[in-house]
């Protein structure tokens, strides 16, 4: 895939869905997580700025090897102006994708790539909509999924993708946590230490 083979590829994630992505691309990589990060982020950033702020907050706080390239990424889901974050509880879920149910609404991931020498941050955004769902069937998914790690209550491969999103513009795999096809071709252009030649922010 690319000039450099010395170079060791380092996952920056707890979750078994990036993982389960990025191994998808078939490479070669350790996975490394650190608790405590700070995920805040500024006031008036705009939508795909969030996310790259995070993932470039998340890569800044590893310790990296002379020959290692660190991957880390985070995801919100965007509704009307505002980020809906992970839910607290239950009930937090519920309203979440009450709000959801009937509407558009995007998903944006950042992903920040990060050696010693260099760092690139990039986003990409997917539209997905919603059905109406009823109450039972939100409260039959938060009940049997616990979705309380997820961006937005709700994991689109899970139960609740299959009977309740009518379309999707974008990446699926961006839902899940990671776009993997446009992933690949920055991986490609950083390890080919070129400047990045695709779009930042786009829909895919």
């Not at 991931?109 to 990039?122: A, I, K, P, Q, Y």
């Not at 961006?151 to 009977?163: L, M, R, S």
Request: aromatic letters at 8%.
């Amino acid at each position: 895939m690319n000039k450099n083979k010395n170079m060791k590829i380092v996952l920056a994630s707890n979750s078994p869905r990036r993982r389960e992505l990025l191994g998808a691309l078939e490479l070669d990589f350790e996975v490394r997580t650190l608790d405590g990060i700070d995920e805040s982020y500024p006031q008036g950033l705009t939508m795909t700025a969030i996310p790259e702020h995070i993932s470039n907050r998340k890569a800044a706080a590893y310790a990296l090897g002379e020959n290692e390239l660190l991957i880390a990424a985070d995801t919100i889901v965007y509704l009307d102006g505002e980020v809906l974050g992970k839910p607290a509880d239950a009930k937090e879920a519920c309203k979440m994708l009450a709000r959801l149910s009937g509407k558009t609404h995007q998903v944006v991931t950042g992903v920040t790539l990060r050696t010693l020498e260099r760092s690139h941050s990039f986003s990409c955004v997917t539209e997905v909509t919603f059905a109406e769902l009823t109450k039972e069937q939100i409260k039959y998914y938060v009940k049997n999924y616990s979705p309380f790690d997820k961006a937005g209550a709700y994991g689109i491969q899970e139960w609740i993708g299959c009977v309740g999103v009518t379309s999707i513009n974008g990446s699926y795999y961006n839902v899940m946590g990671l776009p993997v096809q446009r992933l690949n071709l920055e991986l490609q252009s950083f390890l080919n230490d070129e400047s990045s030649s695709y779009v930042d922010n786009f829909i895919y």
